[in-house]
C-alpha cells in the first residue's frame, strides 16, 4: 500500500488547511484510514480515522469539532479539513491505513498506542501564533 500526503504549509492562528492523502496499491473493503501527527519532542498522536465498512468518522478531543474527515472513493483519496487552527496543531501530519480498526480507534479516541499500520511520509504543519 502507498499513502502519498499533501497540503500540508504554513499558516496563521485561526486559518484553514486542507490535508490530502490519495491510497494505492490496497483493495480490502474493511479498514480504517485516517490521520496522525507528531509535533516536536513529542509521542506521536491519533488525530482522526474513518471506519471504510460505514464511514463512520472518529477525531481526538483535542480537534472534535474543527477537523473534519473525508473520503473520496473514486479518487481514492482521504482528506482532513483543518479549521480554526491554533500553534499547538503545528505537527507533522502522516496519513495511516489499518486493518486492526478497534486498534485505530482506540489510538484517536483515548489516545492508546498505535503499534502498526501502513503509514505516509509525512507533511508538515505549521500554525504561526
Known amino acids: 500500500v502507498q499513502l502519498v500526503e499533501s497540503g500540508g504549509g504554513l499558516v496563521q492562528a485561526g486559518g484553514s488547511l486542507r490535508l490530502s492523502c490519495a491510497v494505492s496499491g490496497f483493495t480490502s473493503d474493511y479498514y480504517a484510514i485516517g490521520w496522525f501527527r507528531q509535533a516536536p519532542g513529542k509521542t506521536r498522536e491519533g488525530v482522526s480515522c474513518v471506519r471504510t465498512v460505514d464511514g463512520n468518522t472518529y477525531y481526538s478531543d483535542s480537534v472534535k469539532g474543527r477537523f473534519t474527515i473525508s473520503r473520496d472513493n473514486a479518487k481514492n483519496t482521504v482528506y482532513l479539513q483543518m479549521n480554526s487552527l491554533k500553534p499547538e496543531d503545528t505537527a507533522v501530519y502522516y496519513c495511516?491505513?489499518?486493518?486492526?480498526?478497534?486498534?485505530?480507534?482506540?489510538?484517536?479516541?483515548?489516545?492508546?498506542?498505535?503499534?502498526?499500520?501502513?503509514w505516509g511520509q509525512g507533511t508538515q504543519v505549521t500554525v504561526s501564533s
Open positions: 495511516v491505513l489499518d486493518t486492526s480498526i478497534p486498534d485505530y480507534i482506540a489510538a484517536v479516541v483515548y489516545g492508546a498506542p498505535m503499534a502498526h499500520g501502513s
